[in-house]
């Protein structure tokens, strides 16, 4: 006797062939409305949202855009850009090599974003919609229209996996949520751009220098933002404008005409940064660049610990100690029990070196461990650094850290007769104290990067990365697995050794609380940790981008007090579930996190 199988059943799919869009609004009017809805949204900024200039940024001008309404006016800007490109305008096709209708679906969605955060934000802040001029009902409108018309652009639906009829209705409702979810991703994918064909050297360049000089600008932007408000809607902007280039392919194309020059680019962009001290006033924004290029020098020496050779090191922010305490104590500090003063040059060998030790007594017997032993050792490390210089103080033990005071008083370097704690006018610009240390910081990073680019295209850098890979294999190829993480440990020692030396002199005090596993406020272990993990390892670009993210954005943060953390956290996790390669990965790493996607599909347990 034979059991008759009733067929699997699949959710219902769209009874017609033709890509449909999110909302049931014919593709040609969702087309017009994406783009005209934009385009409006732009000539709203240029009226007044509100009728009294007590909310920041002063919205109660006509004909001239202010503090958010900036922002949407570069996000509508944006959108109405790829909605013609769309359409095929000539002269616009450049935007949008992968196709526009993802990117201009982002677009909208993070110009809606910023506008009615805004609009709410006058109404919560001032007591309700009656304080909101037709312009912020205008803008509220338009990108609701546009975002609407967005929604409505066709797009290929993926075809529902064949559930079991057995399941029960959770597991049902599991399965036909999944495939929902996954028609919504599908509805913001597009195709993947084709190759950019070459251009003249001089036409790539240039288009080079572009990128650069829009990168300049939007850091400077970011980092200039007055009030929580406008830095709130500067990082809707920028996630959503960036997710819509890199949607349209324009990113992509951007990305392999500078592969074709990565020395100019490279060169071009520490000259870049070398242009934002001169872009300020005063030298309140130049202390932030400053920190933030030692946060992201460490960040670059511990990715070829982390991100080369693939060894956890919980307590990296030692050797960043290491070195600041080494250049304190021969940097002529009254708080030095040496009494000595070294001249610059000097005092960076001695912290360099003092790491480097560090990093090989450290590395030597703990690196034949592997995965979450070595990390547990690292981190215990890290917190015995810490322990050991609080208690340095001549009570508890010998004199030599001046224990949890620390050394203070650590006076401005001078190098060859130049004083980085006083201001120097340059070509008419006055170059104030952080500035001078920004561009000594600069050169600095330029010998990581350098140092950083060198060792991974070398010998030992792709022992590094086979030891990452699969240690065992390369053991087996020959690899001295032992001698390769030891170099590993002790280069990326030397390097935050280095940086540390810098940070010494700028924050003129060193005290043990500066080198904790994790805290509030970067450098951390677990910062630098994230700011790898976050940028994308293995690359250069990733961990400093990661680093000034890191850094900029709970120092901008600060309004929301106990809830800080647990926002920045969040933040994270989503990222991290998004986008667990980081934001500049290397090729590698992106098709591990992502080969799921070019795979055949996965049987379901009917098919198995």
Request: with cysteine; charged share 10%.
């Amino acid at each position: 006797m034979t059991t008759q199988t009733p067929p699997s059943t699949a959710p219902a799919a769209p009874a017609t062939d033709t890509p449909t869009g999110l909302i049931g609004i014919p593709a040609h009017l969702g087309r017009a409305l994406a783009t005209g809805g934009s385009a409006l949204a732009v000539v709203s900024t240029f009226l007044a949202w509100t009728w009294t200039a007590e909310f920041p940024g002063d919205l109660t001008v006509y004909g001239y855009p202010g503090g958010l309404q900036v922002l949407v006016l570069v996000g509508g800007a944006l959108a109405t850009l790829l909605g013609l490109s769309s359409y095929g305008v000539r002269g616009l096709g450049w935007l949008t090599p992968a196709g526009g209708d993802a990117a201009l679906k982002y677009a909208t969605l993070g110009t809606f974003a910023t506008a009615w955060y805004t609009v709410l934000a006058i109404s919560f802040d001032l007591g309700g919609l009656v304080n909101l001029e037709p312009g912020g009902y205008v803008v509220a409108a338009a990108t609701l229209i546009a975002l609407v018309g967005a929604l409505a652009l066709p797009f290929e639906r993926p075809e529902p996996d064949p559930f079991d009829p057995d399941d029960t209705g959770w597991e049902r409702f599991k399965h036909e949520s999944g495939h929902r979810w996954a028609t919504v991703r599908a509805a913001f994918t597009s195709h993947s751009p084709g190759p950019v064909r070459a251009l003249p050297s001089y036409v790539e360049i240039l288009i080079i220098v572009a990128v650069l000089a829009l990168a300049l600008v939007v850091f400077t932007y970011g980092i200039g933002t007055e009030y929580d408000d406008l830095f709130v809607g500067f990082l809707i902007t920028a996630g959503f404008g960036f997710s819509a280039l890199n949607r349209s392919g324009l990113i992509a194309h951007a990305s392999q005409i500078t592969a074709r020059h990565q020395n100019i680019t490279v060169c071009g962009a520490f000259v870049a940064a070398a242009c934002f001290p001169f872009t300020q006033t005063d030298d309140q924004y130049a202390t932030l660049g400053v920190y933030i290029l030692i946060f992201a020098t460490v960040a670059l020496g511990l990715n070829i610990v982390v991100g080369l050779a693939g060894l956890l090191d919980l307590g990296y922010v030692a050797f960043l100690g290491v070195g600041a305490y080494a250049a304190a104590l021969v940097s002529g500090s009254p708080s030095s029990p040496l009494g000595v003063h070294f001249p610059f040059w000097a005092a960076v060998l001695v912290g360099a070196v003092a790491s480097l030790i560090f990093g090989v007594l450290i590395g030597a017997p703990t690196l034949r461990l592997r995965g979450d032993y070595l990390a547990i050792v690292t981190l215990g490390f890290g917190e015995i650094f810490r322990i050991a210089v609080n208690n340095t103080d001549g009570t508890s033990g010998p004199d030599i850290t001046n224990g949890s005071n620390g050394i203070a008083s650590i006076p401005d370097l001078n190098i060859l007769g130049f004083d980085l704690g006083i201001q120097h006018d340059i070509a008419g610009f006055t170059i104030g104290r952080f500035a001078n240390y920004f561009f000594l910081m600069l050169v600095i990073t330029a010998v990581v990067v350098l140092v950083f680019r060198r060792s991974g295209d070398s010998r030992i850098g792709r022992a590094w990365v086979a030891i990452r890979e699969d240690e065992t294999a390369a053991l087996a190829m020959g690899i001295n697995g032992f001698r390769v993480k030891l170099i590993a440990f002790a280069v990326g020692a030397t390097l935050a050794g280095l940086a540390g030396t810098v940070q010494a002199h700028v924050t003129y005090t060193v005290t043990p609380e500066q080198y904790l596993f994790a805290g509030t406020t970067p450098p951390n272990s677990a910062f630098l940790l994230a700011a790898v993990v976050l940028g994308g390892m293995g690359t250069i670009a990733g961990p400093l981008i990661g680093a000034a993210l890191l850094f900029l954005i709970p120092n901008k943060l600060q309004f929301l007090g106990d809830y800080q953390l647990l926002a920045f956290g969040l933040a994270l996790v989503l990222l991290m579930r998004f986008r667990p390669e980081g934001l500049i990965p290397n090729r590698r790493r992106k098709l591990e996190f992502h080969e799921e996607a070019d795979a055949p599909t996965v049987l379901s347990k009917t098919g198995a």
